[in-house]
């Protein structure tokens, strides 16, 4: 089982980008991301059950995030819009196995499996 996270890059503030998570091995009943910034706690950032019927985010994203999922090719997706420098952090995809939802899927604890991180850099 592996989780292939791709599409950082250095952007400027008001800039728009996707993030990819090419998940192989098996498919989960929930997807993630979550991001790290420099010198801080590793921070939820949105999540989703497979089917896309659930979706929950984080408060400072809401409305400029937008989390998907490709079932065809088994992708996790996170477009960002209106990206401001203190959304600078790497990025990880998450998966996990069980369902479940509300607060639960929200901590780190609660995956199974984690994408190697990519790199978004905000500039002001």
């Known amino acids: 089982v592996q989780l292939q996270a791709s599409g950082g890059g250095l952007v400027q503030a008001g800039d728009s980008l996707r993030l990819s998570c090419v998940a192989s091995g098996r498919t989960f009943s929930t997807y993630a991301w979550f991001r790290q910034a420099p010198g801080k706690e590793r921070e939820f950032v949105a999540a989703s059950d497979w089917r896309g019927s659930r979706k929950y985010y984080a408060d400072s994203v809401k409305g400029r995030f937008a989390i998907s999922r490709d079932n065809r090719d088994n992708t996790l997706y996170l477009r960002m819009m209106s990206l401001k420098p203190e959304d600078t952090a790497v990025y990880y995809c998450?998966?996990?196995?069980?369902?479940?939802?509300?607060?639960?899927?929200?901590?780190?604890?609660?995956?199974?499996?984690w994408g190697q991180g990519t790199l978004v850099t905000v500039s002001s």
């Open positions: 998450a998966a996990r196995i069980e369902y479940s939802s509300g607060t639960f899927i929200r901590l780190g604890s609660a995956y199974d499996y």
